[in-house]
């Protein structure tokens, strides 16, 4: 990993990155797909070993934080880049009533969605930047460490923003800056330790490089709150994670 990889300032510069390489988008965007769809069923796993099983806990804050803002609105609840469907099984458990769809770029992971939830949830193969829903349709948007891997993140809360209800939701929880003491540790941790992981479990220490790079590379939680605003969503609420690992924003269509 490259010792001198910067931060972005905003989103629009993710688009031309894979992890530490420079790439044009359409190659950034094959190239994250072919990832997903290689890491798919070894991907939960991953996640409880990186985080320790962390991120377990961020994702219930994030369904109690979605049930509450989806309260009196009718619709379906759409978990964008939503993987292998953990955090939308969630969501469908703590609001049955409501029709939850996984809707993912990768149909590698989609599978695996959809063979753990079967007829619980729906399922959309379909990239975030161009969703298939119509304006205003949308009572929630849950994504979860998804936003960094689009090929236009910038792009895609915009379209976020269209199909959300008005005065609807998008609960985002994703990776941001460590708090100064804690950032030599988890650079350790991500440096070393996560690529080596994806090695032995996953089988695909290349993916894992990409991930911490990305993770690197993603801008802090203040150039989001800004990116959310732009888009037209205005942040209510932004809770940070382990020291500011992740930071939970809600963000309200106007």
Known sequence: M??????????????ATFGARTVAPEERRQEVTALF???????DLMNDLMSFGLHRLWKRA???????????????????AGGTGDLALALAKADPGREVIVADASAGMLAVARARGGARLGYLHAEAESLPLPDASVAGVTLAFG??????PALALREVARVLQP????ILLEFSRPAPWFAPFYALHSRYVIPLLGAAIARDK???TYLVESIRRFPEAGAIARELDSAGLKVVRARP????VAMLHVAVRA
């Open 2 to 15: 490259k010792q001198d990889l910067q931060r972005s300032t905003r989103l629009d510069d993710m688009r």
């Open 37 to 43: 769809d290689r890491i798919a069923p070894r991907y």
């Open 62 to 80: 994030t369904v109690r934080l979605a049930r509450t803002r989806l309260e009196g609105r009718a619709g379906p609840l759409i978990d964008l």
């Open 147 to 152: 936003l960094r891997n689009m090929t236009d």
């Open 167 to 170: 005065g609807a939701s998008l």
């Open 206 to 208: 290349r993916a894992y």
């Open 241 to 244: 994670f382990m020291f500011g």
